[in-house]
Each structure stands twice: as C-alpha cells, then as structure tokens.
C-alpha cells in the first residue's frame, strides 16, 4: 500500500515532528510505502510530489492546524485526525487506513 | 553555551505535584520577567487546549514559542513524585520534556530541535528516560544532549 501524510501542529516544533516519525515507523513496520511532509515552524520539509500524492492509496492529515495546500488532496480518500491520534495511536491509525483502502478494493 | 545547538537542562527530583505547579515551575525558567512568566503560562496551557501533550503513558511535551523566551532550550524534569490524574485525566507523569523556543529562532536550532523531538519517538528511549534515578545515567541515555548541555 501507498500512503501519504501531512503532520501539522499549532506550534510546529514538537508533534508535527514526533507524529511524523512515529507514523513512518508505524508505515514501514506494517511493510507500507509512506511519504511524510511535515509543515512546521520550520516551514514544509518533504514536500510531497504530485507523483507520490498520484500513487498514493490513501491519504492520513494528521494536523491540529489547516493543511496548506490541501488541493493536492482532491478526489483522494483522506484520513484525518489530530496529531494526538498519530503520536498515541500509529499502528492503528496506519491499520484503519488498510481498512479502509481493502473496503474499496 | 553552544550558539549552535539548543540548550539542554535536566532537573531531578522537582518538588512539583499539580499541573499547575509544574507550569509555574516551566514558565520561570522561560523568563525571568513577571509578564513573561504569566504570558509562557497561558500559551502553555493554551497548546494544551489543542490536543493532548502525551507522547507516551507517562510523558508529556509541553512546548511553546514566545517573544518572552531569551534562549531556545530543551528542559527535562523529572518530578519527585508522579504528578497524578494530569489536567483531570487519569494519566499520571514521570517525566515532562517542554521545549521553549524563542521568537524568530534559526533555523539551523530549529532542524536541531525537531531532530531530538524525532528521537523521543522511539518507545524504548522514552521507556529508559522515566525507569533512571540518577541523573548521570539519565544524561548519558539522551542521544547528543551532552554537547548542548548547560
């Protein structure tokens, strides 16, 4: 499976980056493709490609503030949470998006 | 002080038992100014507001930035006691990180920031943080904290 994911918070210095390293470990254990970018105080970093976003089976925000650039995200299948789900929960966040991806299979 | 890298400071055995102790206790060591202290405290409590600060069963990451900071730092405090039932939840704390940042920090002790809070994902780092004693040993399981330690 292919997933993308944006990672957002309020401040942008402490769960933006702590729910993006906890989403890719949680990704590449379950055997995933995962592309993260993060927007925080440090501005976008990873910035997804329209390619990565193209591929992708399903899409995970997990932001506590608006994602910039949400466009990309037109027409795909979206999961979106608050960071807090991301930190405290990844594995089951990233097996709710299997869920859902195999529903529509 | 190492102008490059962001400071770190541990403090051990902290007399804190509420929420609202251990913020004080945050916003002093954020600035030395009356003004200062209350503005560090609401926006602590208002990041709070966002969403929960757990990034495990018993650590939490406050974090703010704000004008009122002087100097970017990493502040590990390791309570006395558990601080119990944090913010009316049933989640006791062992170990708060907060990290205050000053207004219009570089980037360079952003990245290096946000590269630390990455390594807090790890369960089993944050598992030996809340399990050492001793200072000493504390420090020593911390990745990188020593060239930036005050």
């Known amino acids: 499976m292919k997933i993308v994911c944006v990672t957002a918070c309020t401040v942008g210095i402490a769960h933006t980056y702590i729910a993006q390293e906890k989403l890719e470990n949680a990704g590449k254990k379950a055997g995933h493709e995962i592309h993260i970018e993060t927007q925080g105080t440090i501005g976008i970093e990873n910035e997804l490609t329209q390619q990565q976003i193209d591929e992708a089976d399903i899409v995970i925000l997990a932001a506590d503030v608006s994602v910039s650039g949400r466009e990309r995200f037109n027409g795909k299948t979206i999961i979106q949470v608050g960071t807090e789900v991301a930190v405290k929960s990844p594995n089951k966040l990233i097996k709710k998006a299997e869920e859902i991806v195999n529903q529509k299979k | ?150």
């Open chain 2, 1 to 150: 002080m190492n102008g490059n890298n962001p400071v770190f400071q541990i403090f051990f055995q902290c007399a804190l038992d509420t929420r609202e102790e251990a913020y004080a206790f945050i916003s002093r060591l954020a600035s030395r100014e009356e003004r200062g202290q209350k503005e560090v405290n609401r926006q602590l409590k208002e990041r709070e507001k966002a969403g929960s600060l757990f990034i495990s069963e018993h650590v939490i990451l406050p974090h703010v930035e704000s004008q009122w900071i002087q100097t970017s730092r990493i502040i590990f405090i390791r309570p006395k006691r558990p601080i119990v039932s944090w913010n009316g939840s049933n989640q006791h704390v062992y170990l708060l990180v907060c990290v205050l940042l000053k207004e219009n920090e570089s980037v360079q002790i952003k990245r290096k920031i946000a590269s630390f809070i990455r390594a807090l994902a790890d369960e089993k780092l944050v598992n030996r943080l809340i399990n050492v004693d001793e200072k000493e040993k504390f420090i020593q399981k911390i990745p990188k904290i020593q060239e930036g330690l005050e």
